[in-house]
C-alpha cells in the first residue's frame, strides 16, 4: 500500500506558499502594472484576496468530533492475509487530519442486523496505523472473526462505502518522554496502539530532529508465524533504531524458531522489559484474556497493581 504522505506547509517561506502565493501575485502585479497601471490598485486588491485563501486552504484541519459521528469514504483495501486488511478512509481534504493524538484511538459504528432480525448500532474502538502525519487519509488494520460485529462489516465492505467514526477516545496521550523506558506486550490486533507510539517515539528521536530517547521493548504474542501482523514494519523500526527492540512469541512456532514459545510468561516479562521503577510504564494490549493474565503477571513481578480502568499516570497501563 502507497503511503500518499504529503508535507505541509511548515512557514511562510515554504515552497507551497513562494510557488502557489507569492510568485502568482508578483506576476499579476508586474503584468497589471506594464498593461495598466491605472489597474494596480485593484490587482493589489484581488492579490491579497487570492493569497489569503490560498493560504487559508493549505491549513491543515483536523476532522474528529468526540461526540459526533462523521462518515468517512473507504478508499482501498490491502489484504494481508484471508482475515487481515489494512483499510484506508478518505479524508474530506488532501489537507485534512484525524486530529489524533498518539496513543489514543477512535470509536467505530455500524448498524448491524442482530440474530433476531434487528438492526443495531455497534460501535467498537480501534486504534489507526496511521497518523497526524498522514494526510487526507487514515488506515485502519483490522482482524475480521466470523462472529464479530465490526470487524466481519468491515470485511464486507466495498470501496465507496462509508464508516461511521468520532474521537478521540481514550487515557493514553503520548508525548515525547513520557518515561524513560516502556515495556509493551501485545497480542494479535493489540499491536496496533504500540505501532503508534513506537514510529511516533523514532520520529522524534534527536537523529530526527526531535528529542525523544525513550526506550522501548516490545513482546508481540501471536499463535502461528503467519499471524504477525506488520512483521516486516516492525523488523524495519528495530533496525532502524536501536532504541527499539522486539520479541516475538507464538504458541506454535515453526522449525528453527528463535523467538518465545508458549504464552506470554512472567519470566519472559522479567528478562524482556523493564523492572518496575519511577520512571517506566508497561502498556498492554490484546484479546481480553491475554491483557487480564498480563496484569496478574505484572502485579507478581511487583509492578503497581493495574486498575480496572488504566490512567496515564499508571505504571501498568492497558488499552
Known sequence: MASHNQVKPVSFLS??????????????????????????????????????????????KKVLKPDVFQEFELKEKTDLSHNVAIYRFNLPTSNSILGLPIGQHISVAANITQPDGQVKEVVRSYTPISSDENYGYFDLLIKSYPT???SKHMAQMKIGQTLKVKGPKGAMVYTPNLVKRFGMIAGGTGITPMLQIIRAVIRGRPKNGGNDTTEVDLIFANVNSEDILLKEDLDALAKEDNGFRVHYVLNNPPEKWEGGVGFVT??????????????????????????????????????????????????????
Request: with cysteine; hydrophobic share 45%.
Open 266 to 319: 512472567p519470566e519472559m516479562i522479567k528478562n524482556n522489559l523493564p523492572s518496575p521503577g519511577p520512571d517506566m510504564k508497561i502498556l498492554i494490549c490484546g484479546p481480553p484474556p491475554m491483557v487480564s493474565a498480563m496484569k496478574k503477571a505484572a502485579d507478581s513481578l511487583g509492578y503497581e497493581k493495574p486498575r480496572p480502568v488504566s490512567k496515564l499516570a499508571d505504571q501498568v497501563f492497558c488499552f
Open 15 to 60: 515552497p507551497q506558499y513562494i510557488n502557489g502565493v507569492y510568485i502568482p501575485s508578483g506576476l499579476l502585479l508586474v503584468g497589471c502594472a506594464i498593461v495598466k497601471v491605472e489597474w494596480l490598485p485593484y490587482a493589489v486588491v484581488l492579490a491579497l484576496a487570492l493569497g489569503t485563501w490560498k493560504i487559508y486552504v493549505n491549513q491543515t
Open 148 to 150: 464479530g460485529n465490526i
